[in-house]
Nanobody, 121 residues
Framework: QVQLVESGGGLVQAGDSLRLSCAASGGTLSRNAVGWFRQAPGKERNFVAGINWSGDNTYYTDSVKGRFTISRDNAKNTVYLQMNSLKPEDTAIYSC??????????????WGQGTQVTVSS
């Protein structure tokens, strides 16, 4: 069974950048589309970005277009989320999931535990 572990979160100031990683163990991530989701305190989990298995097709929610970039390195069994120009409203727990690249969370099979991203103003 594939296990996903996120890393790279932290506390930054508005305008800063972070790169999140989603590493897989116990199986290959290279055959799976992967998505990133986020959940702010007291709010529902929302889709952020998705990427297909080969990395040549990506999809973003409107609020992060032009600021976030999802990519993958299948040789390293890892998917990344580069986040630039961070805003306080980006503060959330970010989780990666495997199985789809679209916003329907029910289509994902495996989920990581998440990494906290906090953006101060």
């Amino acid at each position: 069974q594939v296990q996903l572990v996120e890393s790279g979160g932290g506390l930054v100031q508005a305008g800063d950048s972070l790169r999140l990683s989603c590493a897989a163990s116990g199986g290959t991530l290279s055959r799976n589309a992967v998505g990133w989701f986020r959940q702010a305190p007291g709010k529902e989990r929302n889709f952020v970005a998705g990427i297909n298995w080969s990395g040549d097709n990506t999809y973003y929610t409107d609020s992060v277009k032009g600021r976030f970039t999802i990519s993958r390195d299948n040789a390293k069994n890892t998917v990344y989320l580069q986040m630039n120009s961070l805003k306080p409203e980006d503060t959330a727990i970010y989780s990666c999931a495997a199985g789809s690249m679209w916003s329907d969370s029910s289509k994902y099979w495996y989920w990581g535990q998440g990494t906290q991203v906090t953006v101060s103003s």
